[in-house]
């Protein structure tokens, strides 16, 4: 469906509400997003073109998003927690011609503009840039009336770079009218239920790919689609109440936090409207997951996939209770768990998980040797994960590949140590990495972010190391345990890359 569908009826539905107040309606979604496409196509944007989005949580955000989408081009959306030369890799390294940027990150785009010559114009949202000129200004000359044809256009993201510089990760533009399903509106409506009647709650930010792209879905069935500026769970819980939200998206993180909750805080919303909970990105502890299910009931869903679509799976919550740390069984392309020779692992052993899917069609931009290494064969693809499948075909994530430790010649998984840690009371959160020894090759680190009200000091650590001694295996039991707050992605993802730096000296 188009967005003018959507106007015919309810003209006047708020098509976003951003916490604080800001709303957007269907029919100015449709008129803005028309008019700027109108611009797109009047400056010399074609078919294919790629522009970049430098931009807080906010109505305009959808603006941009919708004229990309309904004109052909690629939009990347930019991380505004980028330094400016990370920022400016990704709008060179993506070809933007335009960049269109918020006038709260006003320094950080004014960087970026200056290191990017071949941006052939900025504009700016919510004020004045210097350097950019005013986006609504710009379109207010032209008129809110599509185009004959309005080609589909496609998110070109960026990995979040936390083994080296980020990837595109670019698909062919689909052959058809912007009015299309995209590719997550079907599993919204039969997995997760989307009506028109729906509400969504996005409390992440929109440059990440899952909130904008549901969000975007969202709007394909008529949603209201809410937006918060940043998580907080007590907001989270009142935004649910105050809009009768009926699904929403979150990460583990969001979920620990939800629970250390004071109990009288979470009894006082009303958050019966909430239909479906969907969550991914990052693995979530199976204590975790059924505090969740305690609270909540069963209507708390799981899936697992990456930005490059070539791979899918997904599991409700009456079978993850029967197959509990489970991420489910395959929606998209078989799945294979190959071993380090090349060859298929049988059921239970760990392996990487690569998805056989014949109409695998992505690439990762600029980088053709990054494509190859995440191919087995032309229709096998992995996103880098490592995992097990069990009898039912079930599947269970295990680590990245890139945070494999190995120790004294045996493999070590970090989740397995992280979900026993992440059981013990004064353990808020968790990683573990591995250090080069000399004898061992790596050792085990663990560093952990202490509960309110508890220290981390030598008693803790020894404390948690015996608790993971009554656990797990005393030879995956760290051998050093350190205290500092973790550096997490909003989207839940660990950066353990800065962590590996800040403890690569052996101490």
Not at 418 to 437: K, R, Y
Request: aromatic share 10%; charged share 20%.
């Amino acid at each position: 469906m188009k967005l003018m569908d959507h106007v015919n009826r309810s003209p006047a539905k708020p098509a976003v509400i951003v916490e604080g107040g800001q709303t957007l309606s269907f029919l100015e979604l449709e008129q803005q997003s028309a008019q700027l496409a109108n611009l797109f196509a009047d400056i010399g944007l074609q078919r294919g073109d790629n522009i970049a989005i430098l931009m807080t949580n906010r109505c305009e955000y959808f603006v941009i998003a919708w004229a990309a989408q309904r004109s052909g081009l690629y939009y990347t959306p930019v991380n505004w927690h980028l330094t400016t030369d990370e920022a400016s890799y990704i709008v060179k390294d993506c070809g933007a011609r335009i960049l269109l940027a918020d006038a709260e990150l006003t320094n950080l785009a004014c960087s970026v503009h200056q290191q990017t010559p071949s941006l052939a114009a900025s504009y700016s949202v919510g004020g004045p840039i210097e350097g950019f000129i005013s986006m609504t200004e710009a379109i207010s000359g032209y008129p809110a009336t599509p185009r004959d044809y309005e080609p589909a256009g496609s998110m070109m993201l960026y990995s979040s770079g936390t083994t080296g510089l980020p990837k595109g990760i670019k698909r062919p533009l689909p052959e058809q009218d912007y009015g299309a399903p995209i590719r997550i509106e079907p599993l919204m409506a039969e997995m997760w239920g989307f009506t028109a009647e729906s509400s969504y709650l996005c409390p992440a930010p929109l440059y990440h790919s899952a909130p904008l792209s549901w969000s975007m879905g969202a709007h394909k069935f008529g949603c209201t689609v809410v937006i918060m500026q940043k998580f907080d769970p007590e907001a989270f819980l009142a935004q649910i109440e105050r809009y009768r939200i009926s699904h929403t998206q979150c990460v583990p993180t969001m979920f620990v936090r939800l629970l250390n909750l004071p109990d009288p805080v979470k009894s006082q919303y009303d958050i019966s409207s909430l239909q479906a909970a969907i969550h991914a990105a990052a693995p979530c502890p199976v204590h975790i997951k059924e505090q969740m299910l305690d609270w909540w009931g069963p209507i708390i869903y799981e899936f697992y996939s990456g930005s490059e679509w070539f791979g899918t799976t997904a599991i409700n919550a009456l079978e993850w209770l029967a197959h509990k740390g489970s991420v489910g069984k395959s929606l998209q392309g078989n799945v294979h768990i190959i071993g380090e020779d090349g060859v298929e692992l049988p059921t239970g052993e760990t392996g990487l998980v690569y998805f056989e899917n014949p109409q695998i069609n992505f690439q990762y931009h600029n980088a053709p040797e990054k494509t190859q290494a995440a191919m087995l064969n032309d229709n096998w693809a992995t996103y880098g994960d490592m995992g097990y499948l069990d009898s039912d075909s079930y599947l269970y994530l295990v680590d990245r590949r890139t945070d494999l430790i190995i120790s004294g010649g045996v493999n070590i998984y970090p989740s397995e140590i992280e979900n026993a840690l992440l059981q013990h009371e004064a353990v808020l959160d968790a990683a573990v990495i591995g250090v080069a020894h000399s004898e061992w090759g790596e050792k085990v680190v663990a560093v952990v972010e202490p509960a309110p009200g508890y220290t981390g000091d030598n008693t803790l650590a020894e404390t948690l190391k015996d608790f993971c001694r009554r656990h797990i295996a005393a030879f995956k039991c760290p051998r050093q345990i350190e205290f500092s707050n973790l550096p997490r992605t909003e989207t839940g993802k660990l950066q353990r890359r800065k962590l590996k730096v800040q403890y690569a000296t052996d101490t």
